[in-house]
């Protein structure tokens, strides 16, 4: 039976060198003996080619030595290099901020002012992100069973659907809302007995209706909220818009209103998705 000298120190020496070369590191065999190009040159050997993995391994021992207890975490950035983390959070949080004020506000909230007014306070209270915006609501409050002439607010999460402006009076400015321009003879039907009840129309028309071209300036900045327009139900509620309000914020027969220059500063800020709460 064959004996083995693996235990008794006794190995003979040929034994020892090729054991040595079997149990060393391949980068070291190859800084040994370097193998020789077709050419005939010595080929770079693992550890020149690949020497990025040295400024890898230091960069590591580099971030956990500035990741100390007591010092400011450290984390890799582009181009090799360590930042404070906080840096990087910061960067992020800008980013964020700036896509949200390219978006715009989407979130509206009107809520009855919460102590009676006075003159020229309005009856309600608009929030528009970190601002709050007197405004006047319905003469008779919000109400969650709207009935047309009822002169009630519709409670509700309504979008901002359509818009229109006087182009005689207001410059055309750059929103997101799309807005068009009103032009004389154009009304809105409020005759539930009508098939176009809660809809433009043109006048001359038949039907009950209102005029969106005045002169005392309440639509000259008009946005039409999504009530009661589709499905359209009978006796519902109309004409439910976001529009000026009068000199001393009177109450409105169901719209919302904000004093002109609010309403004008407000619209750059809406979003296409902007959504109006009113509770």
């Keep these: 039976?064959?004996?083995?000298?693996?235990?008794?120190?006794?190995?003979?020496?040929?034994?020892?060198?090729?054991?040595?070369?079997?149990?060393?590191?391949?980068?070291?065999?190859?800084?040994?003996?370097?193998?020789?190009?077709?050419?005939?040159?010595?080929?770079?050997?693992?550890?020149?080619?690949?020497?990025?993995?040295?400024?890898?391994?230091?960069?590591?021992?580099?971030?956990?030595?500035?990741?100390?207890?007591?010092?400011?975490?450290?984390?890799?950035?582009?181009?090799?290099?360590?930042?404070?983390?906080?840096?990087?959070?910061?960067?992020?949080?800008?980013?964020?901020?700036?896509?949200?004020?390219?978006?715009?506000?989407?979130?509206?909230?009107?809520?009855?002012?919460?102590?009676?007014?006075?003159?020229?306070?309005?009856?309600?209270?608009?929030?528009?992100?970190?601002?709050?915006?007197?405004?006047?609501?319905?003469?008779?409050?919000?109400?969650?069973?709207?009935?047309?002439?009822?002169e009630r607010t519709p409670a509700g999460a309504f979008r901002l659907v359509a818009g229109y402006f006087r182009a005689d009076r207001i410059a055309r400015q750059a929103l997101q809302l799309s807005l068009r321009p009103l032009r004389p003879g154009e009304g809105w039907c409020d005759d539930p007995a009508s098939s176009v009840y809660n809809r433009r129309v043109e006048l001359p028309f038949r039907g009950s209706h209102e005029e969106l071209w005045r002169g005392d300036g309440l639509y000259d900045l008009l946005l039409v909220l999504d009530y009661n327009l589709n499905p359209r139900r009978k006796h519902r509620g109309s004409a439910i818009f976001v529009h000026c309000a009068s000199a001393h914020l009177a109450p409105t027969s169901g719209c919302v209103a904000l004093r002109h220059d609010d309403l004008r500063r407000l619209l750059p800020r809406l979003s296409r998705a902007a959504v109006l709460t009113i509770k």
């Design 1 to 150: 039976m064959a004996s083995f000298h693996l235990i008794t120190g006794t190995q003979p020496s040929w034994f020892l060198s090729r054991a040595g070369a079997a149990f060393t590191r391949p980068h070291q065999r190859l800084a040994a003996a370097p193998r020789l190009s077709p050419q005939g040159a010595a080929a770079p050997s693992l550890r020149e080619k690949y020497g990025f993995f040295n400024a890898v391994q230091s960069l590591r021992v580099k971030s956990t030595q500035q990741n100390a207890p007591g010092r400011p975490k450290m984390v890799f950035s582009g181009g090799g290099r360590i930042v404070p983390a906080i840096a990087v959070q910061r960067a992020a949080r800008g980013q964020s901020g700036a896509r949200a004020r390219k978006r715009g506000l989407s979130r509206l909230t009107a809520v009855r002012a919460p102590y009676p007014a006075h003159t020229g306070a309005g009856n309600g209270r608009l929030r528009a992100g970190n601002t709050i915006l007197p405004c006047a609501l319905g003469r008779a409050g919000i109400a969650h069973n709207k009935r047309e002439g009822d």
